[in-house]
């Protein structure tokens, strides 16, 4: 099956890639919101920095 699968897309390699690439780029992305947050909560508001 993947065989096939990759028959297909052989011309297309390079996008292929590309997209892959740019899929894993956006998921990492994706993990900076949450991870800024935690460090919001774990390090800023433990210290009561909180100036609002």
């Given at each position: 099956m993947l065989g096939r699968f990759?028959?297909?897309y052989r011309p297309y390699k390079?996008?292929?890639i590309?997209?892959?690439s740019?899929?894993?780029?956006?998921?990492?992305?994706e993990l900076a919101f949450p991870i800024?947050?935690?460090q919001v909560i774990d390090k800023?508001?433990?210290?009561n920095n909180?100036?609002?």
């Open positions: 990759f028959s297909y390079p996008l292929f590309l997209d892959f740019c899929a894993i780029i956006a998921g990492i992305l800024a947050v935690n800023i508001m433990p210290q909180l100036v609002l």
